[in-house]
């Protein structure tokens, strides 16, 4: 099974996805990770992501289309992945099908987490006192939630139109969310 988790910064993906690995015993592929590992490591797309970043910009398709096919190469063992930040655009959307097309595989669902923007804005807040990530800046996170706002409507849409599209209400604790998550999953299974 190959998941997209969509939602916006703060939506809870990331901790979703850490409990879908450890419940489910998905591969999880984070692009947002993938990035901050390239930056901390200074590796050459690394440099170039690093000024995205600070921007709070998305960084261009055709460098996350890379970072990410070198991933999945790296990953061909398990046919159970779960894709973390990625796709953002049509763009990607499209390039993610054709590479997976080649492998004779193709995105199951698109699990869209939906949490209200000022909440988001609020765990954003309590994430950045936390884990101290500077894309969590309160004015770099606002730019965020606007730079991903349109291109995540566009990209539900996409999935929404080839009926892979599951939403879930964000909201609530951490194991709430959880138990809607598998719930969506294991219908979708079905």
Do not use: W
Not at 80 to 94: I, K
Not at 98 to 105: G, P, Q, R, S
Not at 117 to 146: G, V, Y
């Amino acid at each position: 099974m190959i998941v997209v988790l969509l939602g916006l910064i703060g939506a809870g993906k990331g901790t979703q996805a850490k409990m879908l690995v450890e419940s489910n015993d998905f591969l999880h592929i984070s692009t947002g990770d993938m990035f901050r590992d390239a930056v901390k490591n200074q590796t050459d797309l690394g440099k170039i992501v690093e000024g995205y970043m600070n921007d709070g910009a998305l960084v261009p398709d055709e460098i996350t289309i890379k970072m990410l096919l070198e991933r999945l190469a790296s990953s061909q063992s398990s046919n159970d992945l779960l894709l973390d930040g990625f796709p953002r655009t049509t763009a990607q959307c499209d390039a993610l099908d054709n590479a997976l097309v080649t492998n004779n595989l193709e995105i199951d669902c698109a699990l869209n987490i939906d949490v209200d923007e000022n909440i988001l804005l609020d765990r954003i807040a309590k994430r950045a006192s936390i884990e101290n990530r500077q894309d969590d800046d309160p004015e770099i996170a606002k730019q965020r939630l606007e730079n991903q706002r349109t291109t995540l409507q566009e990209v539900a849409n996409y999935y929404d139109q080839k009926n892979k599209l599951l939403k879930v209400d964000g909201l609530g604790s951490v194991e709430e969310v959880h138990q809607r998550v598998l719930s969506v999953l294991e219908k979708k299974g079905s």
